[in-house]
T-cell receptor, first 113, second 115 residues
Framework: AQSVTQLDSQVPVFEEAPVELRCNYS??????LFWYVQYPNQGLQLLLK??????LVKGINGFEAEFNKSQTSFHLRKPSVHISDTAEYFC???????????FGTGTSLTVIP | EADIYQTPRYLVIGTGKKITLECSQT?????MYWYQQDPGMELHLIHY???????EKGDLSSESTVSRIRTEHFPLTLESARPSHTSQYLC??????????????FGSGTQLSVL
């Protein structure tokens, strides 16, 4: 079975400061990993995904994430956040067969002016 | 703890069968969603509802239909399943409120395989 843990439910950070949103997963099989963002009053949007290859994945809006197989983590980072980054961020994992797909409980990022 | 449930968890059926994927939530949320996801691909919104008797098609065209007769229930139906419908189907809900309280809650998904 798989599961996804987002360790921080809320993360307040000042504008232009760096941020890291943590995601750990458990799985007995090889997985694909995703980060989604939900801006206020909008639907889900894919930020980035890891399928294979380089463990450092770059996404939209200056976000990046690093897949760490030994620590089963896929933390999301941005070196300098903007007010517009205020949103809910979801980590997700799926088996490569596509049989299973799990979302974390989300991290609410609030960027403070 | 998320109180949104999907059944069945897995479903393998033959071509041409009619199927209904169930989704229920006990949180009283007005907004409910159905997403479709294929291996390695991002989620795609196929249906959503903002309340009872309100249903809309999402970004991805789908041959499925939905209904919202009760707040807590948002079933998805395929009248005649085909192999191209094989996918993971995720149901989600959220409350109508002030951000950041409009957080999405996800069900555990239904993996549909049509032979």
């Amino acid at each position: 079975a798989q599961s996804v843990t987002q360790l921080d439910s809320q993360v307040p950070v000042f504008e232009e400061a760096p941020v890291e949103l943590r995601c750990n997963y458990s799985s007995s099989v090889s997985v694909y990993l995703f980060w989604y963002v939900q801006y206020p009053n909008q639907g889900l949007q894919l930020l980035l995904k890891y399928l294979s290859g380089s463990t450092l994945v770059k996404g939209i809006n200056g976000f990046e994430a690093e897949f760490n197989k030994s620590q089963t983590s896929f933390h999301l980072r941005k070196p300098s956040v903007h007010i517009s980054d205020t949103a809910e961020y979801f980590c997700a994992v799926s088996s490569r067969s596509g049989n299973q797909f799990y979302f974390g409980t989300g991290t609410s990022l609030t960027v403070i002016p | 703890e998320a109180d949104i449930y999907q059944t069945p968890r897995y479903l393998v059926i033959g071509t041409g069968k009619k199927i209904t994927l169930e989704c229920s939530q006990t949180m009283g949320h007005d907004k409910m969603y159905w997403y479709q996801q294929d291996p390695g691909m991002e989620l795609h919104l196929i249906h959503y509802s903002y309340g009872v008797n309100s249903t809309e098609k999402g970004d991805l065209s789908s041959e499925s239909t939905v209904s919202r007769i009760r707040t807590e229930h948002f079933p998805l139906t395929l009248e005649s399943a085909r192999p191209s419908h094989t996918s993971q189907y995720l149901c989600a809900s959220r409350d109508t409120g002030v951000a950041p309280n409009e957080k999405l809650f996800f069900g555990s998904g239904t993996q549909l395989s049509v032979l």
